[in-house]
C-alpha cells in the first residue's frame, strides 16, 4: 500500500491515523487513479535518509526534494521507478555512490544530484538514460574519468559536472550531443587537450572549461561555435 510506504519514510509522521487521505498530504500529487505520481518538497521541509520503501511507489513521475537535510546514500530501489521523469536531490547532504542500477530509469528527463556529498565514479549506466535533456551532477566528490558512453546522450541540453575531482581527458563522443546548449566541466583535474568533435556542438551557448589541467592552444575551432555567449576556458599550461 502506498501510504503505508510514505509513512516509512518517516517524512509524514504525523498522518499515520489518515492512510486513506495521503493525496492529500504535503508534498504529495496523485493521478486519477490515487496512485502517487509527484512528492516536492523544499526548504528543510524533509531530513533523515532516502528509504528504500520508496521504491514502492510505482507510478512516480516526479521525486522533487531539493535543499532539504537529507543525509544518507541513494538507494538502488529507486531504479524500480520506471516511470520517473524527474529526479532533483540537489542542496542536500548526501553521499555514497550513485549506483548502477540508476541506468534502469530509462524515462528520466531530469536527473540533478548537485551540492550534494556524492563520491565514486560516474556509472556508465548512466549512458542508458537517452531521454535526459538536464544532468548536473556539480559540487559533490566525483572522481575518475567522464564515461565516454555519455556520448549517447543525445538530447541534452546541460551536462554539469564542474566542481568534482574528475580526471582524465574529455572524451570525444561528447561531440555527440548535438542538442547541448550548456557545457560546464570547470574546477575538475581533466587534462589533455580539448577534443576538436566540440566545436561541432552548433547548439553550444554556455561553454565552462577553466580551472583544469588542460593543455594546449585554444583551437582556432572554437570560431565556428556561433551560438556561443558565455565562455571561461583555460587551455595553456
Keep these: ?131 535526459l535533456k538536464m544532468l548536473n551532477l556539480s559540487k559533490n566528490q566525483i572522481i575518475g574519468p567522464v564515461p565516454s558512453t555519455l556520448g549517447n546522450l543525445t538530447n541534452l541540453d546541460l551536462l554539469d559536472l564542474s566542481f568534482n575531482q574528475i580526471t582524465g581527458a574529455i572524451p570525444r563522443e561528447i561531440g555527440n550531443l548535438k542538442n547541448l546548449s550548456e557545457l560546464k566541466l570547470s574546477k575538475n583535474k581533466l587534462n589533455g587537450s580539448i577534443p576538436l568533435s566540440i566545436f561541432n556542438l552548433s547548439r553550444l551557448s554556455l561553454f565552462y572549461l577553466d580551472s583544469n589541467l588542460l593543455e594546449g592552444p585554444l583551437p582556432q575551432e572554437m570560431e565556428s561555435l556561433k551560438a556561443l555567449r558565455t565562455c571561461l576556458v583555460q587551455c595553456i599550461r
Design 1 to 131: 500500500m502506498e501510504a503505508e510506504a510514505l509513512l516509512r519514510t518517516g517524512w509524514w509522521d504525523g498522518y499515520v491515523n489518515r492512510t486513506s487521505e495521503h493525496c492529500n498530504w504535503p508534498g504529495i500529487s496523485c493521478n486519477e487513479a490515487g496512485r502517487v505520481i509527484q512528492i516536492y518538497s523544499t526548504r528543510l521541509a524533509v531530513s533523515g535518509s532516502i528509504s528504500p520503501e520508496i521504491g514502492a511507489l510505482s507510478s512516480l513521475l516526479c521525486l522533487n526534494l531539493p535543499h532539504n537535510a537529507l543525509v544518507g546514500g541513494l538507494p538502488p530501489s529507486l531504479r524500480k521507478f520506471t516511470l520517473l521523469e524527474k529526479l532533483d536531490l540537489s542542496g542536500n547532504s548526501i553521499n555514497g555512490s550513485i549506483p548502477l542500477d540508476w541506468g534502469n530509469m530509462k524515462r528520466l528527463k531530469q536527473l540533478d544530484l548537485s551540492n550534494n556529498q556524492i563520491r565514486g565514479p560516474i556509472p556508465p549506466t548512466l549512458a542508458n538514460l537517452t531521454n
